[in-house]
């Protein structure tokens, strides 16, 4: 009986392939630790929560959000207490989240820490 009811619902095209627009997207971001210490940081999407994160040295964290054709992500924020700053990270579409922009934690001779593109 299953196999008759599959069988009518292939035929009657009721289940199909995936189309392109089911494919999920991201607006995402990487954040690589360029320092010699662990970097603790706070990132947030639109309105939303902060959200704590530490990347350490040498290491790298990606941060997406699903994006939408009708519903776009919103704009990441990315602030750093070590560095008193806030930054706003670019952003790409991807489908795969290794392709992310890529960011890069530096620190200068003083020890001074920043984000760079």
């Not at 940081?41 to 639109?46: F, I, L």
Request: glycine letters at 8%; aromatic letters at 8%; a positive charge.
């Amino acid at each position: 009986m299953t196999r008759c009811v599959l069988a009518c619902v292939a035929v009657l095209g009721l289940i199909g392939p995936a189309l392109a627009d089911d494919v999920a997207e991201y607006q995402a971001f990487a954040v690589h630790n360029a320092t010699g210490r662990a970097i603790t940081y706070e990132v947030s999407w639109g309105g939303g929560p902060w959200r704590v994160s530490t990347v350490m040295p040498g290491r790298a964290l990606i941060h997406s959000h699903i994006d939408y054709a009708d519903t776009p992500a919103p704009t990441p924020r990315l602030r750093v207490a070590v560095a008193g700053r806030a930054y706003s990270p670019l952003t790409n579409r991807v489908q795969e989240k290794r392709d992310a922009y890529r960011h890069f934690f530096r620190a200068d001779a003083a020890g001074n820490v920043s984000l760079r593109r």
